[in-house]
């Protein structure tokens, strides 16, 4: 079975662009959660989708949003960049929207220079 | 605010020479606690999910414990490949899960 895929895998934009990233469940998991991981830190969680609805956020700005499409795939869009959006960038899929195990992705690794 | 405070920092252990690495949290309402292994430039991988105090799991060398206040992993005969970095992290109410910042863990041959 393919595990949760995350694309791209690097990116580098400049200060004030748009970014979005795309993320793909493991088969017959029905929620994604992203989250935001910088250099030596612990993941800090950014969204959780379930059934296509937010269901969580983070302590994140408004220039974070996200979607999640009937496949249940997902997009994270980040707009005006900041230096500080510097970044590994996770995407996690678990079967249900309670407390279960979750699969992460390899992360898109975002620089913004 | 939900918190997960982990130590040491960093653990150097001989092959063999077991040990144990704290997980301390303080959460509105625990639904659950996790524990996930990260090796370098890589996403976490899932080890165990704990949910009440007093709840233990094992997976090969690895056990987690779990009270009201803190975790354990305990290390048992390590060997090169446990070398990782062991991230927990509490889900609290509103679906938000807190991560702690880690333990380094290398064990030498």
């Known amino acids: 079975d393919a595990g949760v895929t995350q694309s791209p895998t690097h990116l580098i934009k400049t200060r004030g662009q748009q970014v979005t990233l795309r993320c793909s469940p493991i088969s017959g998991h029905k929620s994604v959660s992203w989250y935001q991981q910088v250099l030596g830190q612990g993941p800090q969680f950014i969204f959780q989708y379930y059934e296509k609805e937010e269901r969580g956020r983070g302590n994140f700005p408004d220039r974070f949003s996200a979607r999640q499409f009937p496949n249940y795939s997902s997009e994270l869009n980040v707009n005006a960049l900041l230096l500080g959006d510097s970044a590994l960038y996770l995407c996690?899929?678990?079967?249900?929207?309670?407390?279960?195990?979750?699969?992460f992705g390899q992360g898109t690794r975002l620089t913004v220079v | 605010e939900d918190q997960v405070t982990q130590s040491p920092e960093a653990l150097r252990l001989q092959e063999g020479e077991s040990s144990s690495l704290n997980c301390s949290y303080t959460?509105?309402?625990?639904?659950?606690l996790f524990w996930y292994r990260q090796d370098p430039g890589k996403g976490p991988e899932f080890l165990f999910t704990?949910?009440?105090a007093g709840e233990e799991k094992e997976k090969e060398r690895l056990k987690a414990t779990l009270t009201k206040k803190e975790s354990f992993l305990h290390i048992t005969a390590p060997k090169p490949e446990d070398s990782a970095t062991y991230l927990c992290a509490v889900h609290g109410g509103y679906q938000k899960v807190t991560f702690g910042t880690g333990t380094k863990l290398q064990v030498i041959p």
């Open positions: 959460v509105s309402g625990l639904r659950g």
């Open positions: 996690a899929s678990s079967r249900d929207r309670g407390v279960t195990e979750a699969f």
């Open positions: 704990l949910y009440s």
